[in-house]
């Protein structure tokens, strides 16, 4: 079992999953699990943006504080939590 999202490693790199691909969409992105076949909505284009970007950047943490405005992390922190335990993202 992982770690519950308020553990998730935001100075570690992240990248998006080599099974996974991106769709654009108004509302943000479809993320689809080629290896285990699910769909996850992204619910922000500004969100599809960071994890689409997150291998750009030594840490989730320097894309957070170049992407994201402060006052946000933490709610981006804990969205990026649940798109690991859905295998979107994985540590590099």
């Not at 099974?19 to 993320?31: C, I, P, T, Y």
Request: proline share 3%; no cysteine.
């Amino acid at each position: 079992m992982r770690a519950p999202a308020t553990l998730f490693d935001a100075t570690a790199p992240w990248r998006l999953d080599e099974q996974v691909s991106l769709r654009d969409e108004s509302f943000g992105a479809l993320a689809y699990h080629h290896g285990t076949r699910r769909l996850v909505f992204v619910k922000s284009v500004e969100l599809a943006e960071l994890i689409a970007r997150l291998e750009q950047f030594e840490s989730a943490q320097g894309a957070l504080g170049a992407l994201v405005p402060v006052a946000q992390h933490g709610r981006y922190v804990t969205a990026l939590a649940t798109l690991r335990d859905a295998q979107i993202i994985h540590e590099r």
